[in-house]
């Protein structure tokens, strides 16, 4: 088992910045690929930004050059650092872990976050 906590979320005008972290627990959590997800009321959860143990990285080419993944083996803590927000980046934000090698769909995660809400106003 794998229990996801996020926080982070918040309120903030176009062109600022957030930073969301999630803290992940449990005994096989190193095993697996780590994402962010996103899903805006009314429309699908779509992946963000996943990342492998040893640092591998993959982003939607709708957050590419303004996103960043990260995570602290140490803290057992997952990051992703939002710069240049727009009101489309606008959604509920979750972390989400699975053995997906790193692609971005929901299906290939097995446990998942409560979320944090990312508002962007323009």
């Known amino acids: 088992q794998v229990q996801l906590v996020e926080s982070g979320g918040g309120s903030v005008q176009a062109g600022g910045s957030l930073r969301l972290s999630c803290a992940a627990s449990?005994?096989?959590?190193?095993?697996?690929?780590m994402a962010w997800f996103r899903q805006a009321p009314g429309k699908e959860r779509e992946g963000v930004a996943s990342?492998?143990?040893?640092?591998?990285?993959k982003y939607a080419d709708s957050v590419k050059g303004r996103f960043s993944i990260s995570q602290d083996n140490a803290k057992n803590t997952l990051y992703l650092q939002m710069n240049t927000l727009k009101p489309e980046d606008t959604a509920m934000y979750y972390c989400?872990?699975?053995?997906?090698?790193?692609?971005?769909?929901?299906?290939?995660?097995?446990?998942w976050g409560q979320g944090t809400q990312v508002t962007v106003s323009s």
């Open positions: 990342i492998a143990e040893r640092g591998t990285t």
């Open positions: 449990g005994s096989t959590y190193s095993s697996y690929w």
């Open positions: 989400a872990a699975g053995r997906s090698w790193g692609w971005l769909l929901p299906h290939l995660y097995d446990y």
